[in-house]
């Protein structure tokens, strides 16, 4: 079992940043996949970005398009993921929620949310115009 924390979010305006963060406890930490999602009203949980373990301290990520160069995931050494958004702009207002998932899958392939096994509670996100 793995237990899932996601903390950070708010309400900023447009153009600001924030970083949030998922913290993990249970199972060892880095045989997952690490993936971050969000959820506004009335609309289905969309990939964020994915993130696993290449050994040491290196790690992959993979970003969906219509985040690439604003958000950023990584990692401490311990439990915790982060995703670091910049350029917030209101259409970015969701539920934002990180999730553990298999590490035998490609990253490439994480984009899909019936791949990952654990979920966190979820953190609000609100960007005013």
């Known amino acids: 079992q793995v237990q899932l924390v996601e903390s950070g979010g708010g309400l900023v305006q447009a153009g600001a940043s924030l970083r949030l963060s998922c913290t993990a406890s249970?199972?060892?930490?880095?045989?997952?996949?690490m993936g971050w999602f969000r959820q506004a009203p009335g609309k289905e949980r969309q990939f964020l970005s994915a993130?696993?373990?290449?050994?040491?301290?290196?790690?992959?990520t993979y970003y969906a398009d219509s985040v690439k160069g604003r958000f950023t995931s990584s990692r401490d050494a311990k439990s915790t993921v982060y995703l670091q958004m910049n350029s917030l702009k209101p259409e970015d207002s969701a539920v934002y929620f990180c999730?553990?998932?298999?590490?035998?899958?490609?990253?490439?392939?994480?984009?899909?949310?019936?791949?990952?096994?654990?979920w966190g509670q979820g953190t609000q996100v609100t960007v005013s115009s």
């Open positions: 249970g199972r060892t930490f880095s045989s997952y996949t």
């Open positions: 993130l696993n373990w290449g050994g040491g301290n290196s790690y992959y």
């Open positions: 999730a553990a998932g298999s590490s035998r899958f490609a990253i490439e392939t994480m984009i899909k949310k019936e791949l990952y096994d654990y």
